[in-house]
């Protein structure tokens, strides 16, 4: 049976997860609480209105210096398709992730108390955005959690042909100059493989967070 969470600030360890990944329900979503899931090695994932919890064995990673960076994606940079930025526009890029009609899933885990709550991360300087613009339109980016030399990245979005991709590949380089030595994927997708993410043991990615 899994754990029901209450106001208490705690997670049950991860090896208890079920075999998905799912660790516990319930609890709020505090600032406290959401550094506390990271740095354990869990994501909040919802049901509605209902936080879950997870934390999947195996995880999937990327590790910087294994990025790969297609040929067309080369010449839009060479191109300077699009401007990136850092952190401009927080709050709007998680509104467009938000947005983002997803196979599979009804509606969005991302609520309307996440989203505070994770502006409330961005200005203790926690959570930060990777924006790809042109001209005045935020047309892609992506957004995480930024402890120690851990990327935890969340979720992202595109509103033209390649905007998140490039705003990614702009986001792993720059986090690889401010030493990040891992950026957290959560789960597999096939999007990200191609840009060289690869799944890891559970045990290995808290030996990162250690």
């Known amino acids: 049976m899994l754990p029901v969470l209450t106001n208490k600030l705690w997670f049950p360890p ?8 799912l660790l516990a329900l319930g609890g709020d979503l505090s600032v406290d609480r959401l550094l ?8 909040p994932w919802f049901s509605e ?8 064995d195996p995880r999937f990673v990327l590790f910087p210096d294994k990025l790969k960076v297609s040929k067309s994606m ?14 401009s526009q927080f709050e709007q890029v ?7 009609n997803r196979p599979g899933q009804d509606g969005t885990w991302i609520q309307e108390d996440l989203i505070q709550s994770f502006v409330q991360l961005h200005q203790m300087g926690w959570a ?10 935020l047309v892609g980016g992506l957004y995480g959690i930024k402890m120690g030399r851990v990327f935890f990245g969340e979720s992202m979005f595109s509103r033209v042909s390649n905007a998140s991709k490039y705003a990614f590949i702009a986001a ?7 030493g990040i030595d891992l950026i957290d994927c959560q789960v597999y997708t096939e999007h990200l493989e191609s840009l060289g993410a690869e799944m890891i043991p559970r045990e290995r990615f808290l030996q990162y967070l250690d």
Not at 94 to 100: G, N, S
Not at 172 to 178: D, K, Y
């Open 14 to 21: 991860v090896q208890d997860a079920l075999s998905d990944g």
């Open 36 to 43: 506390l899931a990271y740095q354990s090695g869990i994501f």
């Open 49 to 56: 209105s209902t936080p879950l919890w997870w934390s999947p």
């Open 74 to 87: 080369q010449v839009l940079q060479k191109k300077q398709t699009f401007v990136t930025k850092v952190n």
């Open 94 to 100: 998680m509104r467009h992730c938000q947005l983002v």
């Open 128 to 137: 930060h955005s990777y924006e790809a613009w042109q001209g005045n339109a």
């Open 172 to 178: 792993v380089q720059q986090l690889a100059t401010e």
